[in-house]
């Protein structure tokens, strides 16, 4: 008699596989470890630059950890088309910090989220239409703009090595000696060790700093005291304001990070699954992003992305079992419900997250650059990267000479290179004339001829 029990999956190689617990967890926690300092450092850098007080600071980056379990359980199990049904964890985006940064210290708190929720339409619409769409996102256009993100984050490093601008002991020795000692214990962990420890560097880079930083005397735990255990994220807390150039920002960042995110997706599909990625999961993705940075403008979360270097742990595993993220997710869904837990992260001196993370932006950059040269460096496609970087860090760098103009062109131009870069990368490839090495080549020949 043949029976009629089926065995139960519990590969950690299939989508579907249910892994028991023992396994399940060590390979949970890892991509915990690997996303939650880049998931709360934006939400703290913005904070510092509207100025939030402790418990809006704590409030802000409790949502950047609800919001980042939300959306990658909206990924893993999606609802229709929304969601990729793909290993990916999600969490807040340093990509978007130049634009929040820019939209914060002009206009509030309020009109990033405003800027925020159209910017979430507009990217439920690239995903909805990405198929067309991405013949306009080719390597070079998509890297310039990556590049030129990397680059104007490393103002934002430097000041929070030095100990954060405004802050009475910004420059001095104790901040850089242990911004420094930081750096150091990212890249000995990086460069010189294996499997978790090389996975967790940068975390283990900031517990050595901020153990150095409680030894001296600069950590204060007041606002751990004070934070409740447990609370829910309130709708609307920060307010919601429409400011037309703010807008219009946020929307092009969220129109390039969509398309941006085809590259994590295949990336996924590629090294995990060992095949391209399908059209709906690519459209399902982006659409799943977009609907969770709706949500987020409404509870206080900032704008979300795929994570890459939880990319790199799943084509380096090639573990893609969506149960073991799901558990991923619920524990960064968990720490949103607990302020101790965002009010401890609030504690982390702005030396050590410098020092900390001027790594990954410095990796940010290097991505944009292998990226651009996936394409060939054609004179063509060297000028338009050329002048796309130029006149985005060049104009943002010298806003004077932008203060005859109106307000809204001060906004939108003037405050975030990564606008600037975006718009002409995208003009100057659909304008200029394609042409290879090749082409150019026989150009010079038929000169001379």
């Not at 850098?45 to 409790?62: E, F, M, P, R």
């Not at 310039?144 to 000041?159: D, E, H, K, M, R």
Request: a neutral charge.
């Amino acid at each position: 008699m043949l029976s009629t029990k089926t065995t139960k999956n519990t590969s950690v190689f299939d989508l579907d596989g249910i892994p028991t617990l023992d396994k399940a967890i060590p390979l949970s926690l890892q991509h915990v470890l690997a996303m939650i300092v880049g998931n709360i450092t934006p939400a703290i850098i913005v904070a510092g630059t509207v100025k939030l007080g402790t418990a809006d600071k704590t409030l802000l980056v409790q949502c950047a950890m609800f919001i980042a379990g939300i959306a990658t359980l909206i990924q893993l199990y999606p609802i229709g088309r929304i969601g990729s049904r793909l290993p990916v964890i999600m969490g807040v985006s340093f990509a978007y910090v130049p634009t929040l940064i820019a939209i914060g210290g002009e206009f509030g708190i309020a009109s990033i989220f405003g800027a925020q929720l159209i910017g979430s339409l507009a990217a439920i619409i690239v995903g909805i239409f990405i198929k067309p769409l991405r013949k306009f996102f080719p390597p070079l256009v998509a890297g310039t703009v990556v590049f030129t993100i990397g680059l104007s984050l490393y103002p934002i490093a430097i000041n929070y090595i030095a100990g954060g601008v405004g802050s009475p002991t910004y420059g001095s020795y104790t901040n850089w000696i242990i911004a420094i000692i930081t750096l150091v214990v990212v890249l000995f962990c990086n460069q010189f060790t294996k499997g978790y420890l090389k996975l967790a560097s940068i975390l283990v880079g900031i517990v050595v700093g901020y153990i150095i930083s409680i030894i001296v005397g600069i950590v204060d735990f007041t606002p751990v005291a004070q934070a409740g255990w447990f609370s829910v994220p309130k709708p609307l807390h920060f307010g919601m304001e429409f400011n037309p150039s703010a807008v219009i920002s946020m929307v092009i960042i969220y129109v390039v990070n969509a398309v941006q995110a085809v590259g994590d997706i295949s990336a996924t599909t590629v090294g995990g699954l060992g095949r391209e990625a399908e059209d709906k999961e690519l459209s399902g993705g982006i659409i799943g992003n977009g609907v969770a940075s709706v949500l987020a403008s409404i509870f206080g979360g900032l704008p979300t992305a795929t994570y890459s270097q939880n990319v790199g742990i799943v084509v380096m595993t090639k573990v893609v079992s969506r149960f073991i993220l799901m558990i991923a997710a619920g524990v960064i869904l968990l720490a949103g419900f607990i302020p101790k837990i965002g009010a401890l992260m609030t504690t982390i001196p702005q030396c050590v997250l410098g020092g900390a993370t001027i790594t990954v932006f410095a990796m940010i950059t290097m991505t944009g650059i292998k990226l651009i040269i996936q394409d060939e460096l054609s004179g063509r496609n060297v000028t338009i990267v050329g002048l796309a970087v130029a006149l985005g860090m060049g104009i943002t760098q010298t806003p004077e000479a932008l203060a005859l103009f109106p307000d809204w062109v001060m906004m939108i131009f003037g405050k975030s290179a990564v606008v600037i870069a975006t718009i002409v990368v995208l003009a100057l490839n659909i304008i200029l004339p394609k042409k290879s090495i090749e082409d150019e080549e026989k150009e010079r020949l038929e000169m001379e001829a």
